[in-house]
Every structure is written in structure tokens, then in C-alpha cells.
Nanobody, 124 residues
Framework: QVEVLESGGGSVQAGGSLRLSCAASGDPNGRLFVGWFRQRPGKEREGVAA????????YYADSVKGRFTISQDTAKNTVYLQMSSLKPEDSGMYYCAADSFISFPPHEADFAYWGQGTQVTVSS
């Protein structure tokens, strides 16, 4: 059973940075795909970034390209989402999700394992 736990959300002013962490445990093969989703007020959950843990495949939504970076620390079974040049429209609940195989772009229905989410608030 894969377990996913996010951390690192908070409040920041526009132009600032935050780093989210996603600790994924319980995968015996080390071949998970990990995705970051966000749900903004009044909108559907959307995939913003994803990464294949055992390879170099990554995905970024157009809205975050050049500002967000997904990376991993394999020894810690942790995937990070470094968010820079944050905008008020980046505010929302951010979720980490994992599964054994997905295609890009990531879709919510592709992931079986979800964290509880961490709030990101960007003020203008």
C-alpha cells in the first residue's frame, strides 16, 4: 500500500517562493509516477507537474512552466515541487498523488494514491 504525505504549504507574497514536499512510501519497486495537482477556489483539480521516479520524464502545465520545478531525493523517497515567481492565481490546495503508471498530461483519475493536501496562499 502506497502512502503519500505532503508538506510545505503556506502563505507568501506574490513573487515569492515555496517548496512543497511529497513523501511516498510503500512502493517496493521504486517505479512510481508522482504528480502534483492543485485545486483553486471554484475550479476543478488540475495537474501542474508530474515525474517518473525511475526516469527523467517530467511534465509541467503551461501555466507553471519556467516557474515550478519538480525534483526528487531518491534516498528520502521524496518528490519536491519548487514554486517560484508565485502569483495570486497559484493559490489553492495542492495535492500530491502517486501510481505505478500514468501518461502525460496527468489526470486525476489516473492516480490511486493521494495525500491530504497542503494549502498555498499567494497574496498580491
Amino acid at each position: 500500500q502506497v502512502e503519500v504525505l505532503e508538506s510545505g504549504g503556506g502563505s507568501v507574497q506574490a513573487g515569492g517562493s515555496l517548496r512543497l514536499s511529497c513523501a511516498a512510501s510503500g512502493d517496493p519497486n521504486g517505479r512510481l509516477f508522482v504528480g502534483w495537482f492543485r485545486q483553486r477556489p471554484g475550479k476543478e483539480r488540475e495537474g501542474v507537474a508530474a515525474k517518473y521516479i525511475a526516469g527523467r520524464n517530467t511534465y509541467y502545465a503551461d501555466s507553471v512552466k519556467g516557474r515550478f520545478t519538480i525534483s526528487q531525493d531518491t534516498a528520502k523517497n521524496t518528490v519536491y515541487l519548487q514554486m517560484s515567481s508565485l502569483k495570486p492565481e497559484d493559490s489553492g490546495m495542492y495535492y500530491c498523488a502517486a501510481d505505478s503508471f500514468i501518461s502525460f498530461p496527468p489526470h486525476e483519475a489516473d492516480f490511486a494514491y493521494w495525500g491530504q493536501g497542503t494549502q498555498v496562499t499567494v497574496s498580491s
